[in-house]
């Protein structure tokens, strides 16, 4: 069974780069049968897809935030990672990642979620 | 891309059935079949209630269905329960190769 584990650092000051991983476990980020995404919730507000990987390499990202936004793979640690540069007070959020079934060639769902992990931009 | 649109708020008590509606376009919601559901507590990560419009995962009870009309997907709690209280999402696939969430349902149980 796949489980997902976030790590990175809980501050980040405006202006730098966020970076966080998720590692795999009981799966393989090498499988064609997922793509590997992340989703963030700032503090008491929704859901925002911010963008997936698929083991090709292959990426694709909110519109909102494509401009900013990384995500690649490392396949020989199980991770994959995220990148935001320039932050503010508004990346503020709790990060996820999630795995996505690939079905027909999409990403279907997500699940399983890691547990999350809270990024603070401050000075 | 734009949100999909769900209501802020629902409620009922205990033993009743809520819908809680998810409208998009055509573009996503209707012009796919991967419109899933998130029942999410405070400080926990969401869970998968409902995938590919009306399946469940293994684990979910079956009080819990989901439909799909045109552009807009609904969740459907049948004998509503304490435990039933949180925050619900809804989820598409879209025609740009991206997913978008709902704003979000807060489920109260009066």
């Known amino acids: 069974q796949v489980q997902l584990q976030e790590s990175g650092p809980g501050l980040v000051k405006p202006s730098e780069t966020l970076s966080l991983i998720c590692t795999v476990s009981?799966?393989?980020?090498?499988?064609?049968?997922?793509?590997w995404s992340w989703i963030r919730q700032p503090p008491g507000k929704g859901l925002e897809w911010i963008g997936y990987?698929?083991?090709?390499?292959?990426?694709n990202y909110n519109p909102s935030l494509k401009s900013r936004v990384s995500i690649s793979v490392d396949t020989s640690k199980k991770q994959f990672s995220l990148r935001v540069r320039s932050v503010t007070a508004a990346d503020t959020a709790v990060y996820y990642c999630?795995?996505?079934?690939?079905?027909?060639?999409?990403?279907?769902?997500?699940?399983?979620w890691g547990q999350g992990t809270l990024v603070t931009v401050s000075s | 891309q734009s949100a999909l649109t769900q209501p802020a708020s629902v409620s009922g008590s205990p033993g009743q059935s809520i819908t809680i509606s998810c409208t998009g376009t055509?573009?996503?919601?209707?012009?796919?079949?991967?419109v899933s559901w998130y029942q999410q507590h405070p400080g926990k990560a969401p869970k998968l209630m409902v995938f590919?419009?009306?399946s469940r995962p293994s684990g979910v009870s079956n009080r819990f269905s989901g439909s799909k009309s045109a552009n807009t997907a609904s969740l459907t709690i049948s004998g509503l329960q304490a435990e039933d209280e949180a925050d619900y999402y809804c989820?598409?696939?879209?025609?740009?190769?991206?997913?978008?969430f709902g704003g979000g349902t807060k489920l109260t149980v009066l």
């Open positions: 989820s598409s696939y879209t025609s740009s190769d991206t997913l978008v």
């Open positions: 009981g799966g393989s980020v090498s499988s064609s049968s997922y793509y």
């Open positions: 999630a795995s996505s079934l690939m079905l027909r060639g999409a990403p279907a769902w997500f699940d399983p």
């Open positions: 590919e419009v009306s």
């Open positions: 055509s573009s996503d919601v209707g012009g796919y079949n991967y």
């Open positions: 990987i698929y083991y090709t390499g292959s990426t």
